[in-house]
């Protein structure tokens, strides 16, 4: 029989425990944005984005789709949430379509059924967003959604 002293011991238990730390998720926000989410105001460096209300924002997993308001496919790929960064961070990597193999980089604010989303889409080359809004010139979109489902 093994015997185990106590420092191995502590050395084993702090190992196991960082290690279900480690596959545990820091903050629930993946989780609360699962499902679809409907457009309801958008606004497009600095002018009121109309075509944009109505579009549908999914997500699966680490997933994400847009499609229209008559349901064609726009925009998929993965998606990478920072909710610790200040404001909380998101990153669309595309990887369907003519912006495949290139990220949007923004900001979000999820608030009960209501999820608000700053990124760069107009300029993809543009640094991510420090706040919310799409003044005219910046190169950001602003766009409100609500739960869908």
């Known amino acids: 029989m093994h015997r185990l002293t106590s420092a191995m011991c ?22 609360k944005l699962q ?4 457009a309801t105001k958008a606004d497009n460096d600095g002018k009121a984005a109309g075509d944009l209300v109505g579009h549908r924002l999914a997500f699966t997993g680490n997933q994400f789709q847009i499609r229209s308001k008559d349901g064609k496919p726009l925009y998929a790929g ?15 990597d595309h990887t369907m379509g003519t912006l495949s193999g290139k990220s949007w980089k923004g900001i979000y604010v999820l608030d009960g059924k209501t999820l608000t989303i700053c990124d760069n889409a107009p300029n ?15 190169g950001y979109t602003l766009i409100t959604f609500t739960r869908a489902d």
Not at 10 to 31: F, S
């Open 78 to 92: 993965t998606y990478r949430l920072t909710p610790s960064a200040k404001p909380a961070a998101i990153d669309f």
């Open 10 to 31: 502590a050395g084993a238990i702090l190992v196991g425990g960082l290690a279900l730390a480690a596959a545990q998720p820091v903050d629930g926000d993946q989780q």
């Open 35 to 38: 499902g679809a989410w409907t």
């Open 124 to 138: 993809l080359a543009g640094a991510r967003p420090a706040a919310f809004g799409a003044t005219c010139g910046a």
